[in-house]
C-alpha cells in the first residue's frame, strides 16, 4: 500500500507541475493523430479546447497533411474551416496537396485547391505535385492539377519533367493529358533524357506512339 501510495503521490505532483505550455502541446500531437486516422469528433473537440490547428510533428508533418495523405476528405474541410495553413509544409518541402496528389485522393485534391493551395510548390529535391501525380498515374488529378496551373514544364534539380517521369514508367493517361497540357515534348533532362528515350529503354510501345505522334524526335 505504501509503494501505491508514493507512486499515487508523485504522479500527483507530476501532474500539478505540468506547465499549461504542456497541456497544449499533448493537445496538438493528439490532434495531430486523431487529424491522421480520420477521427473528425476528436478533432473537433481539441480544436473547441484551442488545440493549435497548425502544430507540426518533428518531421514538420501539420493535421492537414495528415488528412490529406489519408484521404480524409470531411476531416480536411474541418482543419480548412479552423484555418489550417493549407501550404505549410514538412521538413523535406512537402505539402497537403501533394500527399493528396500522389496518394490520388481526387476528392482532397478539389478540396484544397479550391482553397488556394500552392499548385507549384515544390519539395527540397525540386519535385512538384504534378510531378509526384503524374508519376503515380493519376492522370484525373493531373488534369485538375495542370487546370487550376501547374507549370507542365517544371524540371527536378536533374532536369527531369513530369512528362518524362511519367513515359519512364509507362502511364499512358497520364502522357496524353500532359501533352494536351502542352508539354515540351522534347525536353531533355541533365544527361540528355527524352521522354522518348525513357518510354523506348523500358518498352512502352503505347506511350512512345503517344510521343512521336506530338512530334518527338
Same mark, same amino acid.
Given at each position: +500500500? #505504501? ?32 487529424? @491522421? ?6 478533432? $473537433? *473537440?481539441?480544436? =473547441? ?6 502544430? !507540426? ?11 490529406? /495523405?489519408?484521404?480524409?476528405?470531411? +476531416? ?5 474551416? =479552423? $484555418?489550417?495553413? #493549407?501550404? *505549410? ?6 505539402? *497537403?496537396? +501533394?500527399?493528396?496528389?500522389? $496518394? ?10 479550391? *482553397?488556394? =493551395?500552392?499548385?507549384? &510548390?515544390?519539395? @527540397? ?6 510531378? /509526384? ?7 484525373? #488529378? ?7 496551373? &501547374? ?12 512528362? +518524362? ?14 501533352? =494536351?497540357? !502542352? ?33 518527338? $524526335?
Amino acid at each position: +500500500m #505504501i509503494g501505491l501510495w508514493k507512486y499515487q503521490h508523485i504522479l500527483s505532483i507530476l501532474l500539478f507541475c505540468a506547465s499549461p505550455g504542456t497541456w497544449a502541446n499533448m493537445g496538438d500531437s493528439d490532434l495531430i493523430t486523431a487529424a @491522421g486516422n480520420g477521427n473528425v469528433s476528436r478533432v $473537433k *473537440a481539441l480544436l =473547441a479546447t484551442k488545440a493549435n490547428v497548425n502544430a !507540426k510533428t518533428d518531421n514538420g508533418t501539420t493535421a492537414l497533411i495528415a488528412a490529406s /495523405q489519408n484521404g480524409y476528405e470531411e +476531416m480536411v474541410k474541418v482543419l480548412i474551416e =479552423a $484555418k489550417a495553413d #493549407i501550404n *505549410a509544409k514538412t521538413s523535406n518541402g512537402t505539402t *497537403a496537396l +501533394m500527399q493528396a496528389s500522389q $496518394k490520388g485522393h481526387r476528392e482532397v485534391v478539389r478540396e484544397l485547391l479550391a *482553397a488556394k =493551395a500552392d499548385v507549384n &510548390a515544390r519539395r @527540397g529535391d525540386g519535385a512538384t505535385v504534378l510531378m /509526384q501525380a503524374s508519376q503515380e498515374g493519376h492522370s484525373q #488529378i493531373v488534369q485538375m492539377l495542370l487546370a487550376a496551373g &501547374a507549370d507542365v514544364n517544371a524540371r527536378l534539380d536533374n532536369g527531369a519533367t513530369a512528362l +518524362m517521369l511519367a513515359s519512364q514508367i509507362g502511364h499512358a493517361g497520364v502522357v496524353q493529358t500532359l501533352l =494536351a497540357g !502542352k508539354a515540351d515534348v522534347n525536353a531533355k533532362a541533365g544527361n540528355g533524357a527524352t521522354a522518348l528515350m525513357l518510354a523506348s529503354k523500358y518498352r512502352h510501345q503505347g506511350v512512345e506512339k503517344l510521343l512521336k505522334e506530338a512530334g518527338a $524526335k
